[in-house]
Structures are given as structure tokens and as C-alpha cells.
Nanobody
Framework: QLQLVESGGGLVQPGGSLRLSCVTS????????IGWFRRAPGKEREGVSC???????VYADSVKGRFTISRDNARNTVYLQMNSLKPDDTGVYYC???????????????WGTGTLVTVSA
């Protein structure tokens, strides 16, 4: 069983930045594919970014150039640096994990409980 705990959400003004963290309970994080997803109010959950166990990173078109995903395997942590935030980025952000997955997807094996990001003036 893998546990994931997200943190770093909060209220930020448009144009601001936040860094989300996803701490995992498992060692050997390099063998795991980790994704960030979000659910905006009234919308379905969508993929935001993914870092695979093979070292590939993927971003949704809506966040390219503004968000950066990174991992610190020694700390069992994956980060999502979010810059130039927009009101449309508002939502609950979740991290998810699957061992040695080639990509991130909505049916990943393990999920955190989420952290709320609100972008508003």
C-alpha cells in the first residue's frame, strides 16, 4: 500500500505562484510514475502533469510553460511548481501513483486526498 499526502495549496492572487508537494510513504520512488490531477468546481478531474519512472515529463496544454513537475527521490517527494497562476487553475489538486507505468491516467492505483488551490483577487 502506498500513501500519498499533498500539501502546499492555498489562496493566491492571479499571477502568483505556489509549490505543491506530494509526499509518498514508499522508498524507491524512482520506480513509480507520479501524476498531478485537478478537479475544478463543476468540472471533471483532469490531468495536469506527469513524471514517469523512465524520466519522461508531460504537461497539459493549459499549463505548459507555467507549471514544472519535479521529483526528489531521496525525500520521496514530487513537486508541482505553479507560476503565473490564473483563476482557471482553481481546484483541488491530487497526486496519484502507479508503479512503472508508462503514462499517467485517471485509473492510477493510488491517490492522495487533495489540496485546494484558489486563484482569486
Amino acid at each position: 500500500q502506498l500513501q500519498l499526502v499533498e500539501s502546499g495549496g492555498g489562496l493566491v492572487q492571479p499571477g502568483g505562484s505556489l509549490r505543491l508537494s506530494c509526499v509518498t510513504s514508499r522508498v524507491m520512488l524512482e520506480n513509480w510514475t507520479i501524476g498531478w490531477f485537478r478537479r475544478a468546481p463543476g468540472k471533471e478531474r483532469e490531468g495536469v502533469s506527469c513524471t514517469t519512472s523512465s524520466g519522461r515529463t508531460v504537461y497539459a496544454d493549459s499549463v505548459k510553460g507555467r507549471f514544472t513537475i519535479s521529483r526528489d527521490n531521496a525525500r520521496n517527494t514530487v513537486y508541482l511548481q505553479m507560476n503565473s497562476l490564473k483563476p482557471d487553475d482553481t481546484g483541488v489538486y491530487y497526486c496519484a501513483a502507479e508503479r512503472v507505468a508508462t503514462s499517467c491516467h485517471q485509473g492510477m492505483d493510488y491517490w492522495g486526498t487533495g489540496t485546494l488551490v484558489t486563484v482569486s483577487a
